[in-house]
Each structure stands twice: as structure tokens, then as C-alpha cells.
């Protein structure tokens, strides 16, 4: 019920491309899905969220594309470039769960040049 | 941009000792902190939630003894790994909610090697 499903593991586009990872949650109860961008040796960082009252959200390059009825949500990186290299996490949270985050199991992305 | 400050970003201790990382909110304050292990090349696993002025709640199957959680104002939280021992080795994260919203700020992270 808490779990959230991420695939694929590992991504490789080719510089210019679309990348696109996608995300499933079992718990209608959550109700924040945020995406995590992550350099080795960094904390994530808060690339983008959606809400699930919104079925898509965009933001420069990146664009969330929520489906509340088949409960999954997918982060898409237009125009992808070497430096969005890099593992991403998908996540979901609760107000009832005392916003703790649960986070898929990541993506690890590589542009190639 | 809210802020997460962590430290150290990287400490090495025997086995035995033990070791504090710091978690401040710089620009915002935070009831709700949380701190997460993440092993090489897997998902961020949350230890446990840090509560402003209360007991932390931990995840099933961590040691609360073993990670000692204060969170004594709204701005600063600390992790204490007790009796560290090679296994305990990890990378620690925390994470802050600015109580304005739902947004969540992570630190950069703390690099632990027990020896």
C-alpha cells in the first residue's frame, strides 16, 4: 500500500531526446507527487510536483503527466542534455501520513552527447 | 529558496564512538524534519520522522536506541549514531517541510564511514 513502483532502473537517451520515467502508487490517500533530481554524493533535489487534482504539470523541459484513475504519474525531460545526468526519484506523500515521503526506487539517466 | 544545512558532509569514525550530523532549516522554520539512509546505488529509506519539541517516530526495524533523534527547535534536528559499527556505514540525509506548504528541502547529505 505505501509502496511506489519506479522503473525503468536505468535510462539512456541520446542528447535532444524525450526521456521519460514513469511511477505507480497504490494509496489514493496521497495526495503530493513530487520528482527528485540527485548528482552523486548529493542530497535530492525538488525538480518538480503535481498534485493529483492537475493531470499535468509543466516546467521549462520538465513535464509531470499525472493519471489519477490508473494511479500513475511519469516525469518527462524534453530536449534532454548531458547534464540532467543523474538518478531521479519519484515520490508520494500524505497530509494524513504526517507528510512522510515515500520514494521509488530511482532512475539512474544517462545523456549521451 | 528554503535552505537544509547538514553537517558533517563527511565523517570517518572507529567503531565503537559515536557520531552527530546536524540538520538546520537556515531561511525557514520546520515542526517536521525527517532523516533517511540511502545504501550505494539504491532509494532514500526513511529512519525516522523528527517532531519539533516531541519524540521522534521511528520506521519499523530501526533502532531508536542505536539513531538518537533531538529535535529541540524548529530549526535544528541532529541524528546520533550510537556505538557506530561497520555496517552503519551510509550516506544520511535529512529533509525539512516548510510548514507553509508541502515542500520538502533536502540537505547535502552525510557521507559515514565507520572504521
Known amino acids: 500500500q505505501q509502496q511506489v513502483k519506479q522503473s525503468p532502473q536505468s535510462l539512456i537517451v541520446q542528447k535532444g531526446g524525450i526521456s521519460i520515467i514513469n511511477c505507480a502508487y497504490e494509496?489514493?490517500?496521497?495526495?503530493?507527487f513530487p520528482w527528485y533530481q540527485q548528482f552523486p554524493g548529493k542530497g535530492p533535489a525538488l525538480l518538480i510536483a503535481i498534485r493529483p487534482d492537475v493531470s499535468e504539470k509543466k516546467e521549462g523541459r520538465f513535464t509531470i503527466s499525472f493519471n489519477k484513475s490508473a494511479k500513475q504519474f511519469s516525469l518527462h525531460i524534453m530536449d534532454s542534455q548531458p547534464g540532467d545526468s543523474a538518478t531521479y526519484f519519484c515520490a508520494a506523500s500524505m497530509r494524513s501520513g504526517g507528510f512522510k515521503t515515500i520514494f521509488g526506487a530511482g532512475t539512474r539517466l544517462f545523456v549521451k552527447a | 529558496g528554503a535552505v537544509v544545512s547538514q553537517h558533517p558532509s563527511w565523517v570517518i569514525c572507529k567503531s565503537g564512538t559515536s557520531v552527530k550530523i546536524e540538520c538546520r532549516s537556515l531561511?525557514?522554520?520546520?515542526?517536521?524534519m525527517f532523516w533517511y539512509r540511502q545504501f550505494p546505488k539504491q532509494s532514500l529509506m526513511l529512519m525516522a520522522t523528527s517532531n519539533e519539541g516531541s519524540k521522534a517516530t521511528y520506521e519499523q526495524g530501526v533502532e531508536k536506541d542505536k539513531f538518537l533523534i533531538n529535535h529541540a527547535s524548529l530549526t535544528l534536528s541532529t541524528l546520533t549514531v550510537t556505538s557506530a559499527h561497520p555496517e552503519d556505514s551510509s550516506f544520511y540525509i535529512c529533509s525539512a517541510r516548510d510548514r507553509t506548504n508541502y515542500g520538502y528541502t533536502f540537505g547535502s547529505g552525510t557521507r559515514l564511514t565507520v572504521v
Open positions: 494509496n489514493t490517500a496521497f495526495d503530493y
Open positions: 531561511d525557514f522554520q520546520a515542526t517536521t
